[in-house]
């Protein structure tokens, strides 16, 4: 190992925010601050055992804490080392999700009117975002997969022709990989990007082990991106609702994007919160390698079992592939028979105790991660195989979700921050044709929009949904989670 090497692995070994939390509980402190349980002295007594020991470590901002806003003492080394460890220059800890670091960067790049080229699927705090910042998206409709029918990236010819056709435009805001686990060659898109001098933002909500291991594709900073967001805690180890944010070069002004990012977080973020995101980057540069040796040589023993059913498939990277990067974690499994839904497939599964990110019609999306064991995977393989006999393949199932994807563009009536605030009314979805939408219509998961409002309702978009509405799908971002109705202006 270089001795650089050797020098950043020792100074990783260190969890400043984490160590100081800990040496404060420790020394059993009189605590007459915030937040009310007081470190656990009072608490629900059925739960307590269980959060007992996470509650110790749940404190505000006291001395030797720091503070998250005015970052000076652990929280600023903590994020330090996050930045180290993930190749940007600065990085800052998110309390609040991946959300939050999507909204602040659009807002940081876009004043009202501005414009943003943004992907059509991506996740629906870009659009918030976007509505929040009074901007004009400029949509970028991406490629389709056609063996699995769902969305990959876009394309960089794509881009180009935008950033021609829209020299004005801020920035352009893309999301890699997908939910599913498909990427582009980013470092080709950054240069396309750059040099018409415009920040390139990625959403790598799904990317936070990307660039730890060889098997994994390269991240977004290292790719050369100006910012990345990334929930450490979808692949990485991090609490739920813990991500961070990279920057790197002079092209995203710091100092308006630490104020979003102070309008937009809690005064009081959770320390429990904030710690898991240091010890979850110390994991990832100093355990996860050893992890992902013992799960992706398991992983491969697995996709060759199930190679032999022939009634379900994956996405398998080629020189075909509209996509140029997989996530090996991502377990996205596309039905090719025409006996039962992924729907169908993911309810049978919670039968046997096993849960998944996401089902569609035809799809089966799972997340692999070092949390997962060869158990997990045993019993997800016995239960694909035990179905063997009973399913023939057949007819490929209508891939409802390349539908989806396909059709993103429709005629934008009014901006979308305008037609949020219009006055509405909510008519049956069945008399919805040549109506404009006035709330965001989100299949979720994937959380990508059908509709965002001011767009008008065509016939493909109201076919589409009557198809999802009568599956199981649920909907974010309405009224009616049935869709039986839809809002749309007066
Ligand atoms: C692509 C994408 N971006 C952003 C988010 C939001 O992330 P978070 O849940 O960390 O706020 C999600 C959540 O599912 C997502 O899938």
Same mark, same amino acid.
């Given at each position: 190992?270089?001795?650089?090497?050797?020098?950043?692995?020792? @100074?990783?070994?260190?969890?400043?925010?984490?160590?100081?939390?800990?040496?404060?509980?420790?020394?059993?402190?009189h605590?007459?601050?915030?937040?009310?349980?007081?470190?656990?002295?009072?608490?629900?007594?059925?739960?307590?055992?269980?959060?007992?020991?996470?509650?110790?470590?749940?404190?505000?901002?006291?001395?030797?804490?720091?503070?998250?806003?005015?970052?000076?003492?652990?929280?600023?080394? +903590?994020?330090?080392?996050? #930045?180290?460890?993930?190749? #940007?220059?600065?990085?800052?800890?998110?309390?609040?999700?991946?959300?939050?670091?999507?909204?602040?960067?659009?807002? &940081?790049?876009?004043?009202p009117?501005?414009?943003?080229?943004?992907?059509?699927?991506?996740?629906?705090?870009? $659009?918030?975002?976007?509505?929040?910042?009074? +901007?004009?998206?400029?949509?970028?409709?991406?490629?389709?997969?056609?063996?699995?029918?769902?969305?990959?990236?876009?394309?960089?010819?794509?881009?180009?022709? +935008?950033?021609? #056709?829209?020299?004005?435009?801020?920035?352009?805001?893309? &999301?890699n990989?997908?939910?599913?686990?498909?990427?582009?060659?980013?470092?080709?898109?950054?240069?396309?990007?750059?040099?018409?001098?415009?920040?390139?933002?990625?959403?790598?909500? *799904?990317?936070?082990?990307?660039?730890f *291991?060889?098997?994994?594709?390269?991240?977004?900073?290292?790719?050369?991106?100006? +910012?990345?967001?990334?929930? &450490?805690?979808?692949?990485?180890?991090?609490?739920?609702?813990?991500?961070?944010?990279?920057i790197?070069?002079?092209?995203?002004?710091?100092?308006?994007?630490?104020?979003?990012?102070?309008?937009?977080?809690?005064?009081?973020?959770?320390?429990?919160?904030?710690?898991?995101?240091?010890?979850?980057?110390?994991?990832?540069?100093?355990?996860?390698?050893?992890?992902w040796?013992?799960?992706?040589p398991?992983?491969?023993?697995?996709?060759?079992?199930?190679?032999?059913?022939?009634?379900?498939?994956?996405? @398998?990277?080629?020189?075909?592939?509209?996509?140029?990067?997989?996530?090996?974690?991502k377990?996205?499994?596309?039905?090719?028979?025409?006996? $039962?839904?992924?729907?169908?497939?993911?309810?049978?599964?919670?039968?046997?105790?096993?849960?998944?990110?996401l089902?569609?019609?035809? *799809?089966?999306?799972?997340?692999?991660?070092t949390?997962?064991?060869?158990?997990d995977?045993?019993?997800?393989?016995?239960?694909?195989?035990s179905?063997?006999?009973?399913?023939?393949?057949?007819?490929?199932?209508?891939?409802?979700?390349?539908?989806?994807?396909? *059709?993103?563009l429709?005629?934008?009536?009014?901006?979308?921050?305008?037609?949020?605030?219009?006055?509405?009314?909510?008519?049956l979805l069945?008399?919805?044709?040549?109506?404009?939408?006035?709330?965001?219509?989100?299949?979720?998961?994937?959380?990508?929009?059908?509709?965002?409002?001011?767009?008008?309702?065509?016939?493909?978009?109201?076919?589409?949904?009557?198809?999802?509405? @009568?599956?199981?799908?649920r909907?974010?971002?309405?009224?009616?989670?049935?869709?039986? &109705?839809?809002?749309?202006?007066?």
């Amino acid at each position: 190992m270089l001795e650089r090497d050797v020098e950043f692995r020792e @100074r990783q070994k260190r969890a400043p925010l984490y160590e100081q939390l800990e040496r404060h509980a420790k020394h059993r402190p009189h605590p007459f601050h915030v937040p009310g349980h007081k470190m656990g002295n009072s608490f629900d007594n059925h739960a307590k055992n269980r959060f007992q020991d996470i509650l110790e470590l749940d404190v505000t901002e006291i001395s030797g804490t720091d503070d998250l806003h005015q970052p000076q003492g652990v929280i600023a080394e +903590a994020q330090d080392l996050a #930045a180290q460890a993930f190749h #940007a220059e600065q990085t800052k800890f998110l309390i609040g999700g991946s959300t939050v670091g999507n909204i602040a960067l659009i807002m &940081t790049v876009c004043r009202p009117g501005d414009k943003i080229l943004v992907q059509r699927n991506c996740h629906k705090s870009v $659009f918030n975002g976007i509505m929040m910042a009074r +901007a004009t998206p400029i949509f970028l409709v991406p490629a389709v997969d056609l063996a699995t029918g769902v969305a990959a990236g876009v394309r960089r010819e794509d881009v180009e022709r +935008a950033l021609l #056709a829209h020299p004005d435009a801020k920035a352009v805001f893309l &999301t890699n990989p997908t939910y599913y686990g498909m990427g582009i060659d980013l470092a080709k898109l950054a240069a396309t990007v750059h040099r018409f001098d415009v920040p390139l933002l990625i959403d790598e909500a *799904h990317g936070a082990h990307y660039g730890f *291991h060889p098997a994994f594709p390269r991240s977004a900073m290292q790719e050369g991106a100006d +910012a990345s967001v990334q929930s &450490t805690h979808k692949m990485g180890t991090a609490m739920t609702m813990s991500s961070m944010l990279h920057i790197q070069g002079e092209r995203i002004d710091r100092e308006r994007l630490f104020r979003h990012l102070a309008m937009l977080q809690s005064s009081s973020p959770s320390y429990v919160l904030m710690a898991s995101l240091d010890v979850a980057r110390r994991h990832l540069v100093l355990e996860a390698t050893e992890e992902w040796n013992r799960l992706l040589p398991l992983l491969d023993k697995f996709r060759e079992r199930l190679d032999r059913l022939d009634w379900l498939d994956w996405p @398998r990277l080629s020189t075909n592939s509209v996509y140029a990067t997989l996530d090996p974690l991502k377990l996205f499994f596309h039905l090719r028979t025409a006996q $039962f839904s992924g729907f169908d497939l993911q309810k049978w599964m919670e039968k046997h105790g096993i849960f998944s990110e996401l089902a569609d019609d035809s *799809h089966v999306l799972l997340a692999a991660s070092t949390g997962t064991a060869s158990r997990d995977l045993e019993a997800l393989c016995r239960l694909l195989e035990s179905m063997a006999p009973q399913v023939e393949p057949g007819e490929e199932r209508i891939l409802l979700a390349g539908v989806v994807s396909s *059709h993103y563009l429709r005629e934008q009536a009014l901006p979308m921050h305008e037609a949020v605030d219009c006055p509405r009314e909510s008519i049956l979805l069945e008399q919805a044709l040549g109506r404009i939408v006035a709330e965001m219509v989100i299949p979720y998961p994937p959380g990508i929009p059908v509709l965002v409002p001011g767009e008008r309702i065509d016939e493909e978009s109201l076919a589409m949904l009557k198809e999802l509405a @009568r599956g199981q799908t649920r909907f974010h971002g309405v009224q009616d989670d049935q869709l039986q &109705t839809i809002q749309v202006l007066r």
